[in-house]
């Protein structure tokens, strides 16, 4: 059965009853008590209360759920592609229980707790998986998003990849033939069948002949992240580039221009040719101070991170929804979309780092990273430490 807002597909599950054993005596209760599961595919542009109506849900009971719902996720937020199931009781056609899956590790559960009326409990449920441990390795001949796909690994391995060590390294054109990986980490795997990667335990990337190592720590004191064998966190107040992994793994050769900071007749600063629409992020958190047309820079904004960070993206074709002077903005936010306006020969994004408002280098510059490890969890890190280090050696 199909509706407009998306394909219907309808499971009818039958649960018999118990066997108890008294005594020595055997004692059988049976009963049929089947229910129907509508999986409902959300498409491009439906919300929730659009897809309540296509299959039959009363106006009461959708306000309903939207409002036991929303303390612990706003169902307004469900994502087109993925799916809605709704559980009815197969005797009475009443519905008792709604699924949502938010991500690969949780999902949203909806249940009536009463048979004689609507009241709707929400709660958020990990999703469960058998884990495997497996490790990696490999040298780069083109991408590392070829490099991965070439040995028969999950692509979403080069992207966790990519974004652990998203402060060291600029993925988008750092990277060169001869360049090498390790990695440890967790395959995890959903009635029997592989789903996907799970978190990277501990990893090596050697750039240009540098090494960088990382490994997952979480302590009592210390949050959950990736650290250094120093205890040091990978984070950093800025990322490395302005165009992240995940927007450009598709093995597209990316080339940046005037890596030193060349100087040019109008401007100064590093170029990233990118494709028109690439979408482009704020290197760090910061508030905009200019956004829109900016002369030989077109349209173009600049954030200030802090009395002494300033930072400035330029060429695009538009800015991200929401980005106006004044806005706050995240690192990793998505600001703008590569384009070739103002003084511009190709679509490319254009890139500036100011400190103290002079202009400076941002691969060269040593910015502050997050916390380390607490000392109350350096002996657990070390534990960890002297464990993967090995198993990485080992390799």
Known sequence: ?????????????????????????????????????????????????????????????????LGSAKEVYDLAKIVAGKEIALVYNGENGN??????????????????????????????????????????????????????????????????LAEMFAWQIDFAAQIQKGDSFKVIYEKKYRDGQYDH??????????????SFRGFYFTGAETKEGYYDKEGNSLQKVFLKAPLQYKYISSGYSYKRFNPILKTFTRHRGI?????????AVSVGDGTVVQAGWN?????????????????????FMSLAKG????????????????????????????????????????????VPAGEPVKEADQPAFQEVLNKYQSELDNI
């Open 295 to 315: 002369g030989y820079y077109g349209i173009s904004i600049k954030v200030r991170h802090n009395e002494t960070y300033s930072t400035v993206y330029g060429h």
């Open 271 to 279: 170029d990233y040719a990118a494709p028109q629409g690439t979408p």
């Open 95 to 160: 519905l008792e229980e709604l699924i949502y899956e938010i991500d690969k590790e949780e999902k949203l559960i909806v249940k009536n707790a009463s048979t004689t009326a609507e009241a709707w409990q929400a709660e958020k449920v990990p999703i469960e998986y058998m884990i495997e441990i497996d490790r990696a390795r490999g040298t780069i001949e083109s991408s590392l998003y070829e490099t991965i796909l070439d040995q028969g690994l999950d692509e979403r391995l080069a992207l966790a």
């Open 197 to 210: 990667p799970g978190k990277i335990i501990a990893a090596e990337f050697i750039n240009n002949g540098e």
């Open 323 to 366: 980005i106006r002077v004044g806005t706050k903005v995240k690192q990793g936010q998505v600001v703008g979309y590569v384009g070739s306006t103002g003084l511009s020969t190709g679509p490319h994004l254009h890139y500036e780092m100011h400190k103290f408002g002079s202009l400076i280098n941002p691969f060269t510059e040593k």
């Open 1 to 65: 059965m199909y509706s407009s807002a998306g394909k219907i597909t309808i499971i009818i599950i039958g649960i018999i009853g118990s066997v108890y054993f008294f005594g020595g005596n055997r004692s059988t209760t049976s009963a049929i008590d089947p229910k129907i599961t509508v999986k409902k595919e959300i498409l491009a542009g439906t919300t929730f209360s659009v897809l309540a109506k296509e299959v039959g849900m009363a106006t009461s009971t959708t306000s309903a759920i």
